[in-house]
């Protein structure tokens, strides 16, 4: 990069998040705009604060909500995930939602330096291992992805059938509604009665019927390698 890559760390482990910050502070190229503890911060402070990067070590905090917060963070600001468990279900379901680096927790320090600068250079950063999960689980699933005629068989409308894919994509209520025109409460109500007819409880459930779909089309705009 031609200019120093803006951080915003919002790690709940205190150790983890005051070694973070002193091992980039010492880094030419980063810039620590905040390090603060989960729990602290809204998105909207984290998005206006400018930085390019932000470092969890928590999934729960991008991804614990399926509402418009969690969504437009995503898409405002590189996210790495460190410290993370080796589990494949998780890793997953952080690509879905917008990270764009996943860090286990044995990496060592240069590791997390690495993954920080990958992504802030607007490339992605995973275990080498993971690429492999990520063919897997695109392959394994292809012939689950919910077709036409499967939303039919489900009784979705045209206009619900419309909406399962920006579900998929995270769209928030309100950001479905602008992209297609509608009021939001509209939107509400043709997202209730999906959630009735498909036999799940919350929106996260739908994106987990298009996952493969969803996958496919945020690796597209993300710049993911697969």
């Known amino acids: 990069m031609d200019r120093k890559a803006k951080v915003f760390i919002l790690c709940c482990n205190r150790l983890l998040r005051e070694s973070i910050a002193r091992i980039l ?5 980063f810039e620590i705009v905040a390090s603060e503890a989960l729990g602290t911060a809204s998105c909207e402070q984290i998005i206006n604060s400018g930085a390019d990067v932000l470092v ?9 909500n399926a509402q418009a917060s969690p969504t437009e963070l ?8 460190v410290a993370m468990d080796d589990n494949h279900n998780h890793f997953l379901t952080a690509v879905r939602r917008g990270a764009r680096g996943y860090v286990l927790q044995d990496a060592s320090a240069t590791d997390v330096v690495s993954a920080i600068r990958t992504v802030a250079e607007g490339q992605v950063a995973c275990p080498l291992r993971y ?3 990520l063919f897997e689980f695109i392959a394994a699933q292809t012939e689950k ?9 489900w009784g979705l409308t045209r206009r619900e059938q419309q909406l399962i894919p920006l579900i998929g994509r995270g769209f928030s209520n309100k950001e ?11 939107i509400k109500n043709h997202v209730h009665r999906i959630l009735r007819k498909v036999g799940v409880s919350d929106r996260l459930s739908v994106c987990d019927l298009c996952e493969p779909e969803s996958l496919v089309v945020r690796t597209k705009n993300s710049g993911y390698s697969v």
């Open 25 to 29: 502070s010492k880094k030419t190229d």
């Open 56 to 64: 969890l070590d928590s999934m729960e905090a991008l991804f614990g």
């Open 74 to 81: 995503s898409r405002s600001v590189m996210c790495v995930l």
């Open 176 to 186: 479905i509604a602008n992209h297609l025109s509608l009021s939001e409460q509209t």
């Open 131 to 133: 690429t492999q999960v």
């Open 145 to 153: 992805l919910p077709n036409s005629q499967k939303r039919v068989t």
